[in-house]
C-alpha cells in the first residue's frame, strides 16, 4: 500500500528537466519493489529559495495504475535541506554540492561529487504556461512512498548537454 506525504512539494524558482535517455532493462531496476515504465530517465535540477540548488534524478515507473517517477538518486546542499526532504517527505537524499549558473538563457548546474554537469540553453524567448502534477516515489519496506509535487510555470523550449565522467551514478542507475 503506498504512503501520501501530507502535504506535497512545491519548488517555486527554476527547474531544468532533462531526458536522458532509456531508463529500463538494467540490474537497478530488476532490484526494487516499483516496475519499471518505459521512457527516458530524467534529470530535474532545481534552484529554489527553500530548498537552494539540488538535482533528483529519476525514471518512469508505477505504483499500481499510477504512473509516477521513482526517485534513484537526490542531492541537496546541507543538512537541514536533507532532513527537509528526508524526514518531510520521505525522499532518500544525501549532502553534496551542487551550483546553478544563470547566465541569460543559459543555465549550468554542476554536482561535482557526481562529475555531473548540465549546460542548457534556451534558444527562444517564447515561453508557455505549464500546470501540472507529478508524483515522485521512493520504495519503503512498508510500500513506497508518494510525494505530490507541482509544477507550474513558464516552459522554455532548450537544447541541454549532460556530462558525467566515468564513475558517476548517472550510468548505473539507468538515467
Not at 74 to 82: C, F, L, S, W, Y
Request: with cysteine; net charge positive.
Amino acid at each position: 500500500m503506498p504512503v501520501n506525504t501530507e502535504a506535497g512539494l512545491t519548488i517555486r524558482g527554476e527547474v531544468l528537466v532533462v531526458a536522458v535517455g532509456p531508463a529500463v532493462g538494467d540490474a537497478d531496476a530488476r532490484s526494487m519493489a516499483l516496475p519499471a515504465l518505459p521512457g527516458p530517465g530524467l534529470l530535474l535540477a532545481f534552484h529554489d529559495a527553500d530548498v537552494g540548488a539540488g538535482l533528483i534524478m529519476a525514471r518512469p515507473a508505477r505504483v499500481g495504475l499510477r504512473p509516477v517517477l521513482w526517485v534513484t538518486a537526490a542531492v541537496v546542499g546541507d543538512h537541514d535541506k536533507r532532513a527537509r526532504l528526508q524526514g518531510g517527505y520521505g525522499l532518500s537524499t544525501e549532502v553534496g554540492r551542487v551550483s546553478w549558473v544563470a547566465d541569460g538563457r543559459e543555465r549550468r548546474v554542476v554536482w561535482p561529487d557526481r562529475s555531473l554537469t548540465i549546460t542548457a540553453r534556451s534558444s527562444r524567448r517564447v515561453a508557455v504556461p505549464v500546470a501540472m502534477r507529478v508524483h515522485l516515489a521512493q520504495p519503503r519496506a512498508g510500500g513506497p512512498v508518494l510525494l505530490p509535487v507541482w509544477l507550474a510555470g513558464l516552459v522554455r523550449p532548450a537544447s541541454a548537454t549532460v556530462e558525467a565522467e566515468g564513475g558517476s551514478r548517472l550510468a548505473t542507475v539507468g538515467c
